[in-house]
């Protein structure tokens, strides 16, 4: 029924957020175009969460970037 589908996007959203709350940042080391528009549109579902994508020639700038963010978590 609808409201058994819209029960399960509820439940379904709770769960995610509940996985998700403790990530503040969010790397993505990809060349791949497709993926980093995916992970631009994923942005959306993760309120929060700072996702940044990078090229795999910015893997430092990459790993740098969330040791920057975990002395927000202090």
């Known amino acids: 029924t609808l409201a058994g ?5 509820r439940l379904g959203h709770q769960h995610c957020y ?7 940042r969010l790397a993505v080391v990809t060349d791949v ?3 980093a528009k995916l992970v631009q549109l ?3 579902f993760l309120p ?4 940044r994508i990078f ?3 910015q ?8 040791r920057e963010g975990r002395g927000e978590l202090d």
């Not at 589908?5 to 996007?9: D, I, N, R, V, Y």
């Not at 893997?59 to 969330?66: N, Y």
Request: net charge negative; aromatic share 10%; charged share 25%.
């Open 5 to 9: 589908a819209a029960e399960s996007l």
């Open 33 to 35: 175009r497709w993926l």
């Open 48 to 51: 929060g969460t700072q996702e």
């Open 59 to 66: 893997r430092e700038q990459a790993e740098s970037w969330l």
């Open 42 to 44: 994923e942005n959306l």
């Open 55 to 57: 090229s795999f020639a």
């Open 18 to 24: 509940l996985l998700t709350s403790a990530i503040r």
